[in-house]
């Protein structure tokens, strides 16, 4: 019976390895809401592109197209900081958020204005 058991656990342990280690694909649109403080919602659509080395680029396509000029990700954590800016405005955008699955959950900044940002990935899936 305990080797049994054993045996269990062991295969448990290694099911549950390549969950534990999935990487997340993040190039594709993601999109959804911004939530500021005041209530107010506003639509948001981000495209990424990850590079085989890793590397994170990409653009918003609203609430204004304009790409995005830093980026720091950190593919073990999901953890995304990124800013952009409106060139007509002026305005600085900030996302400070985290990826867990097909969804960015954080917050996003345009000058002072601050809110909650929920993405979900435009994902297909064929019938």
Known sequence: MKAKLSMLVIF?????????????????????????????????????????????????????QMDIRKVSFDPKTGKLLLEAVDETSGTNYKLDGKFQGTELKGTLSANEMAGELLLIKWTYVPR
Do not use: C, H, R, Y
Not at 15 to 36: F, H, K, R, Y
Not at 47 to 53: L, N
């Open 12 to 64: 448990a342990m290694f099911v549950a390895l390549p969950a534990a280690s999935e990487t997340i694909e993040i190039s594709g649109t993601w999109s959804g809401n911004w939530v500021t403080q005041g209530g107010v919602w506003n639509a948001v659509t981000v495209q990424f592109v990850q590079q085989d080395s890793g590397k994170l680029s990409g653009k918003f396509l609203t609430p204004v």
